[in-house]
């Protein structure tokens, strides 16, 4: 398989202390992630050289153990940000809980933002929703609701679907909360992260073992911090200000 | 009253067979080969046709009943039907309880402990299992069966309708469907949310499939042959088709209009979705279209495999369920390889075709035993199932 290529250079890479850039693993599937529609606030911030999100999630934003909100994804989308964006003032703070739905999510939504004034807000969420099976309207507006507050409040939303978890696959129905949340993104016009076609991509080329049954957390770190990467992707394209109706407003 | 047609349709057979396959095939999690299933294609997927198909049937089998024996006995046997129905529920819910508890001992990867989280379940199996006997609590992919155990539950008096007011009982099923969307009616499941398939909306299609196998079908020839008609239903696909493929392009998406978005989504699968009734209704005008009844073709050793699912379909359905979730233990056990998933899915279709011949041949030489049993009013007349 041609995964296993990057998956060897990755793991060449993990032998130092911190990546200089993107690791090849990440990269095979950064065709699938999609700017769909522009940040203004964010392209504003970035202007003015100080951008801060707030990423509000469940269980699948935090990593176990004493380096875990070290090395979860919303510490690394800080980094890779750093990174992609010298000269700005990056600074990521996270409201995650596990087994959130969205409506238990919007509900403390206006003070989390309240406090961080992002110009972004990233909200993962939907897992927690299809496991409980929680009516899909219900869903729907739980996020439509969150979406707007994001708004009022000044805030860009990026939304982030639910992980590829292919040992549970048989008990969640992932795959209709994903779909809802692709049509509430569409009509909202708020770009989706699609954690879920990217993770599985990765599974399909053999990058990440995600049917490992390892207690260990180093498939986790690792997969984390790709989607760190690859978020930051998402944002700085969305962000990018030559786009025509990026200024647009909302 | 509305007459019964003596010869059991073998296009039926065919599709609801195919149907079957269909289903198992996107039941498996992942499947790469799920990639041929209509599902992907446009708005509607194969629960439409079977449940179309069962109505079908269900009038055909259950009308004859009626119009010889009575409503009493009649309704006797569609309620025994419901019956088996429940118990092959509930033996695929043990299955599943086996494949989740296994699941839970073995696994335990930090990267998804949220997801574990719906093993969680397993902890207090007396509430569990009570919600699963009372139909509340359904695992994923297994909501056709309590969708069909519901609608057989009121299908005796809709049938005594459908026998001597069609237009009528036809009318008051859509009527059904209508205040389903207009009130939210819906069946509450365990622990939250609703029955996936929504009985009050998914009745509509049963009802309209039983209104066809009792003459409804020679009512719409008319239309059905009409060029206009079928120019429609293409057209219809196609945009379907288009929609569709933004799903996986997602760049395409910038050549649908936003009010068309605003309009279509969200294509409510619970409630059973105008769009994909449509779509349902196109796929059926164009098979219609092309496939005859009574074509010589049908009763070729080609169409035989899928003939024979169709015509024990609840066998062929529960076997279905079972295979899928073996199939996904081979991909996380074995190998998740595109070969594997090949392997999977044909050698599920065959063995769904072999325990569906066996079925047959069973009762062909059950009936063949001692015992006065008249053929024509016996479920398995012409060789199929309700």
Redesign the interface.
Known sequence: MTGRIPFLLALLMLAGPAWAEQPDACRVASPQVQRDFPLPQVTRAIAAKRLDILVVGAGSSLLPGPNGAKNAYPARLQMALAELLPGVAVKVTTDAKARRTAAEMAKTLAPALAAAKPALMVWQTGTVDAMQSVDTDQFRAALERGINIAHSAGADVVLINAQYSPRTESMIALGTYAENMHWVALQQEVPVFDRFSIMKLWADLGTFDLYSATKKLDIAERVHDCIGWLLSDLIVEAAKPDEPHAESGR | MAPVPTERDLRLDLFRGIALWLIFLDHI??NAVSWITIRNYGFSDATEIFVFISGYTAAFVYGRAMLEHGFIVAGARVLKRAWQIYIAHVFLFVIYLA??SY?AS??????????????DFLKNPDVTIFEALILKFK???MDVLPLYIVLLLWFAPMLWLLLRAPSFALAASAAVYALTWWFDWSIP?Y????W?FNPFAWQLLFVFGAWCALGGAQRLARWINSPVIFGLAVAYLLFAFGIAMT?YF??L?AFVPNFV??AI??????NLDVLRILHFLSLAEITVWFVPRGWPVLKSPVFWPAIVCGQHSLETFCLGVFL??AG?FM??EVS?RLLMHVIVSVAGIVIMVAVAALVSWYRRIERKGPGPRPPSIEPGYAGGDA
């Not at chain 2, 622990?191 to 609703?194: L, S, T």
């Not at chain 2, 989504?265 to 619970?270: F, G, Q, R, S």
């Open positions: 999690p992942s494949e989740i699941v073995s696994f335990n990867n930090p990267l998804f402990s949220e997801e574990m989280g719906v093993l695992p994923v992919n499941a622990p939250h949310g609703n996936v799903w997602p760049r998406g978005s605003e989504y969200p294509i409510d699968k619970p899928a979730f996904h991909f996380t998740n």
